[in-house]
């Protein structure tokens, strides 16, 4: 019976030794795998925007407005000719104003009027040169 109890004794004592050599494993030791990527894409264009505009001046008000809509009449007119959709065509600024209220009053100099239209044509890429050289 000693026996038992001498290895059983010799078991307990020789435990914590066996515990204590065996490496602690840390929880918060984690390990992470980090990929990244990146990657470039050309595409051909589908739509270009083109803007295209005028300005000119006039002694009068009513001159520089009348001789504004008749260019723009023969712009817009360009522009459906060469095949533009007419919802393709949106005005994007219309301007009327003094030439004085734009660079300041000079002396014995008669006022003139400023009128001055751009637009915005929305159209298929590969037509935009041809629309551009027709305007």
């Known amino acids: ?3 038992p109890r ?3 004794l010799l078991f307990s004592l020789t435990l914590p030794l066996v515990a204590s050599a065996r490496p ?5 030791a984690q390990k992470t795998i980090e990929v990244s990527a990146t ?3 050309e595409v051909i264009a589908e739509i270009a925007t083109l803007k295209i505009g005028c ?3 006039a002694a009068t008000k009513d001159v520089a ?3 504004n809509t008749r260019i723009a009449n023969k712009v817009i007119q360009a522009l459906l000719d ?3 959709p007419k919802q393709a065509i949106e005005t994007e600024t219309l301007n009327l104003e003094q030439e004085q209220d734009r660079y300041g009053v000079k002396p014995n100099q008669p006022l003139k009027y400023l009128a001055s239209q751009k637009w915005q044509i929305r159209a298929e890429a590969s037509e935009a040169q041809k629309i551009a050289e027709n305007s």
């Open 6 to 8: 001498n290895a059983l």
């Open 65 to 67: 407005y009348a001789e």
């Open 24 to 28: 602690e494993r840390q929880a918060s």
């Open 39 to 41: 990657e470039k894409i």
């Open 82 to 84: 060469s095949g533009v």
């Open 55 to 57: 300005q000119n001046e």
């Open 1 to 3: 019976m000693s026996r």
